[in-house]
């Protein structure tokens, strides 16, 4: 049975129990509302694809409810270590996500069977805590069906898209609206995707990529 919550009912015993039981959830982050579900699950992973009807060439972020929780899903390798060090210290949490090298268990599966992982730290205390009931680590993409609008608010979740999740957390309209940005971090610094945050930004951090 579908579980609809809002910031008045949400209990995230709750929602960490049914999310460790394999089901998807629709939450709100800082930058859009994303979909997720358990990290330890391959079928669960599928499901998200499905749901999303995306290609598994396309790889998953996974969101952390702790910087901690970051080398227990990646290596953050000597010679970049610095600099990775000072991103995360100037914009976690935050719209920055960081591609490192994987740690053998993740799942090929949601990382296009690269040995690379994206992870992020959102600036939300309502997604921290839903992915903290998860484990502290939760596979997530944005709430829509690829190729289609990236909703930035709860009322823009298309009802085609909420019929295929077990749990939605209506968190009203997301603060930054906009898709974080995407730095590989796991050799020379490249920039795959830029949102949330700026390339002037970065560069005043770490210098010119």
């Known amino acids: 049975m579908k579980k609809i919550y809002n910031l008045d009912n949400i209990n995230f015993l709750e929602i960490g129990n049914s999310l ?10 800082d930058t859009v509302y994303g979909v997720g579900g358990i990290i330890s699950s391959e079928e669960t992973i599928k499901n998200i694809y499905k749901a999303k009807e995306r290609s ?4 998953l972020i996974v969101l952390v409810s702790d ?26 949490p935050g719209g920055l996500t960081i591609i490192l090298k994987k740690k053998e ?36 993409t ?7 609008k990236t909703p930035k608010a709860f009322d823009e979740l298309s009802n085609k898209f909420k019929e ?3 749990i939605l957390v209506d968190g009203g309209k997301s603060q930054i609206g906009l898709e974080s940005t995407i ?21 005043k951090v770490i210098g010119k990529i």
Do not use: C, Q
């Not at 460790?20 to 982050?29: F, H, V």
């Open 105 to 140: 268990w993740v799942p090929n599966i949601m990382t296009a069977n690269g040995d690379t992982v994206g992870v992020r730290m959102p600036n939300l205390e309502i997604a921290l805590k839903i992915i903290e009931s998860a484990g502290g680590l939760l596979p997530t």
């Open 183 to 203: 730095i590989d971090m796991s050799d020379k610094p490249k920039i795959l995707r830029l949102g949330a945050i700026s390339l002037e930004e970065i560069e």
């Open 67 to 92: 910087i901690k929780k970051i080398e227990e899903i990646a290596y953050i390798e000597e010679k970049n270590r610095s600099s990775i060090k000072k991103l995360i210290e100037k914009f976690w």
């Open 164 to 166: 295929r999740v077990d």
């Open 20 to 29: 460790k039981e394999g089901n998807l959830i629709i939450y709100p982050t």
């Open 56 to 59: 598994f060439t396309s790889p």
């Open 142 to 148: 944005s709430a829509n069906i690829s190729g289609e």
